[in-house]
């Protein structure tokens, strides 16, 4: 392996980490948001909502200077091919997997303990959104 594409598949890593932490924050932006419109009287359109994570998608463009995506690269294959790479996803799918499987039961009967008129549509959006936070946390927390 060459200097130069050991360098481009460090580079290449630090763009996708980077990209996870950006979805990360939206994703954690828009929960708080919903949050937010379940548990206050006021509520927050989804026009209001949306171009929140817009701009937050958008206030920090990611720098793709010099780097080559082409699945012919030799530092995307490397990248992909990496074996501790593939068993931090693996895991962190495992980990969304579980929650996605343990938190709608626990949910329903809290809200159902607290007499939510209409209680599914949270269990379910709440679920979503709780599955894919921990994916990708731990997509983070594994692939160091």
Wanted: with cysteine; aromatic share 12%; net charge positive.
């Amino acid at each position: 392996m060459t200097e130069t594409m050991s360098s481009q598949t460090e580079r290449l890593a630090q763009y996708s980490r980077r990209q996870l932490w950006s979805v990360l924050f939206i994703l954690l932006l828009v929960g708080v948001a919903m949050l937010v419109d379940m548990l206050f009287t006021f509520h927050l359109p989804a026009a209001v909502i949306i171009p929140i994570a817009i701009v937050a998608a958008f206030a920090r463009p990611l720098s793709t200077k010099g780097l080559d995506f082409s699945k012919s690269n030799p530092a995307v294959q490397a990248l992909r091919n990496d074996e501790l790479r593939q068993f931090a996803q693996a895991k962190a799918f495992r980990n969304g997997f579980f929650v996605l499987l343990a938190y709608p039961p626990i949910c329903a009967v809290a809200l159902t303990w607290l007499a939510v008129a209409n209680p599914l549509p949270i269990v379910v959006e709440s679920g979503a959104w709780l599955g894919a936070v921990v994916a990708l946390a731990s997509l983070l927390w594994y692939d160091r």
